[in-house]
């Protein structure tokens, strides 16, 4: 594909680019961040215009604040307007209909006129003798416009219309929202070789794709879900660019009633990057592996679960961020393989963590309906057949959940079992190494 250059003269009547000072960003699990920094612009006495350029493209232009430190000083923002009609050949063909170019093909030929058409493949111009000429553009090789139209842009643009009585730069605390950023937690997770502890680590992965790159900022996450009003959801990936040490880990605080974890250095979050910093040290806690059959959602399926208390008594006691857990186990060899990956929420201190790791291999399960009777015209009876498989060498605890839905009783059972809710028991199996055991219950329904 041909490099086709574009020139033309920009001429810009507003007044400075500023750059930021004491950066702090905030971002949220929700595709949010709020950046705010402190700027110096430059005002005119009286009504004029400011530009401000170096801001992200997918910024929430309503949410912008600027506030003057000096209060001595009066300025008024008259009227905000957020430019984000960026340069492209198309525009720039669209804008100068009617207009004087000139093109230059790979041969060194120059075609100038008139512009009264642009279409993907082709111009057409009209010259100075009013010849109409059609120029192919796969053989141009430059076009020259004689200057950036008005209301084009080269980057996303904050203009302020202001009225000032003052004439010289300004301190103030610059801020907004915008979208295209957010963080989650990935966790790793070792198995020792008995299955008993579980070695883990918290990292943040933070996501910038919000079209600027904040340099040298103080860098807070906040954990937790807050609310918004009609926001749209938008993530967006990027390259992997940085992994930094467990020395770089953040700092945790609640706050408000949310918990905020805070880098107690200056970090960089280039655009389109994601960036990785540890948020704990390595932590040992005991785990349990249980397995379940619940055969309304995994019919043939045993899963297996592996619980830990994140409590300190237990080798962990920190908030944990919502996100993504892996797990692991050394072999013989020392070689490292993956067990399986399942997604916690937002998990406080001494409460219970359960992960889904997968369906055991050597365990299966089958759900029957034996029999289905009505006793009157608003009783139904059904009896039912669970049939546990253990293929594995040594015996096996099974638990059992299934789903009742409606008012119902269970009028008899093979079994004790544990009313969790309105709709759903849950009761536990020993099935014995290399055989498989069946359980029977009766349920009766009672319709309106």
Same mark, same amino acid.
């Given at each position: 594909m041909k490099k086709i250059i574009i020139t033309f003269i920009i001429m810009l009547t507003t007044t400075a680019f500023s750059t930021a000072e004491d950066l702090f960003v905030t971002v949220y699990n929700n595709n949010l961040g709020v950046i705010s920094e402190s700027r110096s612009l430059d005002f005119k006495a009286g009504i004029g215009i400011i530009s401000i350029k170096d801001i992200p493209s997918e910024i929430d232009a309503s949410s912008v604040r600027f506030d003057i430190i000096d209060k001595s000083k009066k300025i008024n923002i008259l009227e905000q307007n957020f430019g984000y009609d960026?340069?492209?050949?198309?525009?720039?063909y669209a804008r100068y209909i009617d207009e004087n170019i000139e093109l230059i093909n790979e041969n060194g030929n120059v075609y100038s006129g008139t512009l009264i058409s642009y279409e993907y493949r082709s111009v057409t111009l009209v010259d100075k003798s009013g010849k109409i000429r059609v120029v192919q553009l796969d053989k141009i090789v430059e076009v020259n416009f004689p200057a950036l139209p008005d209301g084009l842009i080269t980057r996303p643009t904050l203009f302020w219309r202001y009225n000032s009585d003052y004439?010289?730069?300004?301190?103030?605390?610059? #801020?907004?929202?915008? /979208?295209?950023?957010?963080?989650?937690?990935e966790y790793i997770g070792k198995l020792n070789r008995d299955e008993?502890?579980?070695?883990?680590?918290g990292w943040a992965s933070i996501n910038n794709s919000s079209g600027k790159s904040y340099e040298s900022a103080s860098l807070k996450l906040v954990a937790g879900d807050i609310h918004r009003a009609g926001f749209p959801v938008d993530l967006r990936g990027g390259k992997v660019a940085e992994v930094l040490s467990y020395?770089?880990?953040?700092e945790e605080k609640e706050f408000f009633e949310y918990h905020l974890y805070s880098l107690p250095r200056k970090v960089t979050l280039a655009n389109n990057e994601q960036k990785q910093i540890s948020l704990f040290d390595p932590a040992l806690t005991e785990i349990t592996k249980k397995y379940i059959y619940i055969p309304d #959602?995994?019919?043939? /399926?045993?899963?297996?679960l592996l619980?830990?208390?994140n409590s300190e008594a237990k080798g962990l006691g920190m908030p944990l961020p919502a996100g993504r857990v892996r797990i692991f186990k050394s072999d013989d060899d020392e070689s490292l393989i993956l067990l399986g990956e399942d997604n916690i929420k937002h998990t406080p201190r001494n409460e219970d963590v359960e992960l889904n790791v997968g369906n055991a291999f050597d365990l299966k399960g089958k759900l029957t309906e034996l029999n289905s009777q009505m006793i009157s015209s608003k009783i139904e009876?059904?009896?039912?057949?669970?049939?546990?498989?253990?293929?594995?060498?040594?015996s096996v605890l099974i638990d059992v959940e299934k789903q009742l839905v409606g008012n119902w009783e269970i009028t008899s059972a093979d079994f004790e079992f544990e009313k969790i809710d309105a709709y759903r028991i849950r009761f536990t199996a020993n099935v014995s190494a290399d055989s498989k055991k069946n359980v029977k219950f009766t349920v009766r329904y009672y319709y309106r």
């Open positions: 960026l340069v492209s050949p198309e525009k720039m004439n010289g730069k300004v301190d103030g605390k610059f #801020s907004y929202q915008t /979208s295209g950023m957010s963080w989650n937690a008993t502890e579980l070695s883990i680590s020395e770089d880990r953040f #959602s995994n019919p043939e /399926s045993v899963e297996v619980k830990f208390n009876e059904k009896e039912f057949s669970v049939e546990l498989t253990n293929r594995k060498k040594e």
